[in-house]
């Protein structure tokens, strides 16, 4: 079963002999979650383009790779790109990583200048930071957020510093933003952006999805979930999609390395799975029965209980988890007794929606 690594070793023909697909565009969205600082310089007019193989000669494999999920694929992925005749010329420039406490901010982006004269501009996905996390949840009340703002900011930037075809894309988060930014952009930059790609990335609320500048872009937008998709789905309407085959399970196939390739393209299917649409219509109901107020409330207090453990990342959580289960607990008790009740009402309003889909996958596969 190949992925996008066997993908790039097998990769021989240049951009000028085959234009950028959906495949190549995984490919770079997922290098978009390496740590660049210090060798790739950022959205400064006196900065130049640098040759990936300078890159990684001058960047520290531990810091390149730091915090980055499946770190062993990565550098796989990584060796494979610089030694394929497809990539190995590409330049990265322009290279922004932002974390904000306070505006609850996890923005980063590279620019990936390609053989062909085009440019990939990639946004980074969610980290493990729960920052990233809290801004990804906030999409449930609050429009734009911050990375959005960001990703338009930066798109007009780097089209103003370029010339040529603009293609634009990510994973996860980042696909969200590569969508709303082209929406947003100026209406010259707008124009030279010939694709879009979102790989299981987050959809909009109703009035991203009614606006002029959607309708503008929506027939460059190329969007693919996995058959399982669970982020993908998530404030899903009216977006056209396409379904991968993958060999793993459940959540687990939101990473891309799990995602299958054949004869240089995905293995399509025709449709997600069963599970997946009855885990996209439990959380879309359950999300629908509360007012922006209530849903900004119930995050707000789930994140609140999250840093009582003074963790900063998910991967602080795997240590010393006696000291922070206590912490939990106690970041509970201190919690008013209104926000409590709310809390536990709202979760177990989405145990009972869960239940009752259940039953009714059950119910269906019995006709």
Known sequence: MKNMVNYVMEAHLSF????????????????AYLKFDHVVLGLSETSSPVPIREVVAAGNPDRLFQDVRESKSNRQLLSAFVNSPRFQDTK????????????EKQFSAVTFLLSDDSAYIAFRGTDSTFIGWKEDFNMAFTSPIPSQEEGVFYLNTVANRIPGKLRIGGHSKGGNIAVYSAIHCRKSVQNRIEQIFSHDGPGFREEVLQSEGYRIVKDR????????????????????????????????????????????????????TKSAIYMNKTLN???????????????????????????????????????????????????????????????????????????????????
Do not use: C
């Open 16 to 31: 000028e002999n085959r234009e950028l697909n959906a495949v190549d565009s995984l490919v770079l969205s997922q290098l």
């Open 92 to 103: 990265l420039a322009f290279y922004v990583n932002q974390l904000d406490d306070k505006t």
């Open 221 to 272: 937008i190329h969007k693919t979930l996995p058959q399982s998709s669970m982020i993908g789905m998530l404030l899903h309407h009216q977006e056209r999609y396409s379904v991968v085959k993958n060999n793993r399970i459940w959540f687990m196939q939101h990473d891309p390395f799990s995602w299958r390739i054949d004869a240089g393209d995905f293995q399509y299917i025709p449709s997600v």
């Open 285 to 367: 109901q359950w999300v629908n029965l509360f007012d922006d107020q209530k849903r900004e409330l119930f995050v707000n207090t789930l994140f609140q209980i999250l840093q009582a453990t003074e963790a900063t990342t998910f991967y602080d959580l795997t240590g010393d988890w006696q000291k922070r289960a206590v912490a939990v607990l106690g970041a509970m008790r201190g919690i008013d007794d209104e926000t409590r009740r709310f809390l536990f009402q709202t979760i177990r309003s989405l145990f009972i929606l869960a239940m009752k889909n259940i039953r009714e996958i059950g119910s269906e596969n019995l006709q």
